[in-house]
């Protein structure tokens, strides 16, 4: 005769069910997100191509489209139009967007606070302030090309800006908000020493400083979309490879640490993500608040907490919400292109007011 097996040792059928029933409900959780995901992507690619075929020269969609692939038979002007204008707008706001929106997701995550972005705890400003410095005083390397002496400015100062809040949270034990108010006190004084450049600068410095201030697109070219989607692609697969140890630390730091994850060095890890990001988009078209704000926020909502997801979609959103608000920047006046800054942050307001009394993010 068998021994008679113990129960304690086998699940019953109720907790066999239960893990079946869990099993099926998390499987339908990744498969809406990531139906969602899809659904961002596809619209980025119709609004990057509504965006591409938008503008004032009059020239048709379907000229547009023949010109791309027959370039050979397209007009100078045309050629210049499409492949100098179009083309690079299209993809610098596609690129910048899901930068600084994914910034903010990262931002937002290693300082567990909603407000934190690149924008308002001061790294655009510091990057904004960084470019502009070398502007202003016609600095130069012989051995660097102007355009990267820019960016690199623009990164030594965002990256000193977050080092300089981590030390003083540090020094005085500050709690989180305190340190989205230092943030705060760093906008304030970047824009100040900016605002005083212009007060000081030719004319031909002060339209490139004003350029910085409002935030534009009007300047992209092949050269700096190439250099943003290189950090892009070399940054991206950084941050999705650390969103396991960024979900754990949304759950709390002492959670994190228990997990045996260094909470020290994935902050200053994130914070040079977030540091370049930013001061790449910054050096390229100029302070455009909100993106990295919104976008983050916007995430969670639609796909939830687990940065597995959360960080992808937030740069797809951010990719797309500065997208839309290049192609309103062409049309909102006719014959005359908005810069790009004005529209995210009249629209941006509006949105981010009513995320906050709307709606929670989901879990």
């Not at 910034?103 to 510091?126: H, K, R, Y």
């Not at 202003?136 to 355009?147: D, E, K």
Request: overall charge neutral; charged content about 10%.
């Amino acid at each position: 005769m068998d021994a008679p097996v113990a129960s304690g040792n086998r699940p019953d059928a109720g907790e066999t069910a239960g893990f079946a029933e869990t099993q099926v409900a998390y499987r339908s959780l990744v498969v809406r997100r990531l139906a969602i995901m899809v659904l961002l992507f596809g619209l980025l690619l119709i609004s990057f191509g509504y965006d591409v075929v938008t503008g004032s020269s009059g020239m048709s969609a379907a000229d547009l489209l023949h010109g791309i692939f027959h370039s050979a038979e397209l007009s100078p002007t045309d050629r210049v139009i499409i492949w100098n204008v179009r083309l690079p707008f299209a993809l610098m706001a596609v690129l910048v967007g899901a930068s600084l929106s994914l910034a903010g997701a990262e931002m937002q995550v290693i300082l567990n606070n909603p407000l934190a972005s690149p924008f308002t705890l001061g790294v655009a400003s510091a990057a904004a302030l960084g470019a502009s410095t070398i502007i202003v005083f016609h600095l130069a390397l012989s051995w660097l090309p102007y355009n990267w002496l820019v960016s690199l400015a623009a990164f030594v100062f965002a990256f000193g800006s977050v080092l300089l809040l981590d030390a003083l949270s540090r020094l005085r034990a500050a709690s989180m908000e305190t340190m989205v108010l230092l943030g705060i006190a760093l906008v304030f004084s970047c824009n100040a020493v900016i605002l005083l450049f212009q007060l000081v600068a030719t004319e031909d410095v002060l339209q490139q400083l004003v350029f910085w201030s409002v935030g534009s697109l009007a300047r992209a070219n092949w050269d700096k979309v190439a250099v943003l989607a290189i950090a892009l692609v070399v940054i991206m697969p950084l941050s999705f490879a650390s969103a396991g140890q960024m979900t754990a630390l949304r759950m709390g730091e002492e959670r994190a640490i228990s997990f045996g994850i260094d909470v020290v060095r994935l902050r200053y890890l994130s914070l040079l993500r977030v540091s370049l990001l930013s001061a790449m988009a910054v050096a390229f078209v100029g302070t455009i608040g909100f993106i990295g704000l919104v976008g983050p926020h916007i995430a969670r909502l639609l796909v939830g907490e687990d940065q597995r997801f959360a960080l992808p979609a937030s740069a797809l959103i951010g990719a797309l919400l500065l997208s839309l608000a290049s192609i309103a920047s062409k049309i909102v006046l006719p014959g005359l292109v908005v810069p790009v800054g004005i529209v995210t942050a009249l629209v941006g307001v509006p949105v981010f007011v009513a995320l906050i009394f709307n709606g929670k993010p989901s879990r």
